[in-house]
């Protein structure tokens, strides 16, 4: 499996970013995907995710509002639009397909609910 991340760059506060993510290698509309980021001399943390079917979602409470996150089964992408960023959405963000197949709950918000990753882009967010 591999997940190819892009879409990341340097915005002004207050602007918008659309990353994407294409997966390839298993069957793309049987796992949930998942957004997660890491700022400088900070643990990885969950952002979003999205269930197999683009029907359910979760987003942490710091993205709520601003962010959204979608996914094209038929081209085994997922994305991550981001509105309104603020300097502290500055990090490198990781896409992730989850393990399970054909299952989603709360548990997509924990890194482990993972097994494979792609390399990350970076987003900096100039205030």
């Known amino acids: 499996v591999q997940l190819q991340a892009s879409g990341g760059g340097l915005v002004q506060a207050g602007g918008s970013l659309r990353l994407s993510c294409l997966a390839n290698?298993?069957?793309?509309?049987?796992?949930?995907m998942g957004w997660f980021r890491q700022a400088p001399g900070k643990e990885r943390e969950f952002v979003t995710a999205?269930?197999?079917?683009?029907?359910?979602?979760y987003y942490a409470d710091s993205v709520k509002g601003r962010f959204t996150i979608a996914r094209d089964n038929a081209k085994n992408t997922v994305y991550l639009q981001m509105n309104s960023l603020k300097a502290e959405d500055t990090a490198v963000y990781y896409c992730?397909?989850?393990?399970?197949?054909?299952?989603?709950?709360?548990?997509?918000?924990?890194?482990?609910?993972?097994?494979?990753w792609g390399q990350g882009t970076q987003v900096t967010v100039s205030s």
């Open positions: 999205i269930s197999y079917t683009g029907r359910g979602t």
């Open positions: 290698g298993r069957p793309f509309s049987k796992h949930n």
């Open positions: 992730a397909q989850g393990t399970r197949e054909y299952y989603f709950d709360d548990r997509s918000r924990l890194a482990a609910e993972y097994d494979y």
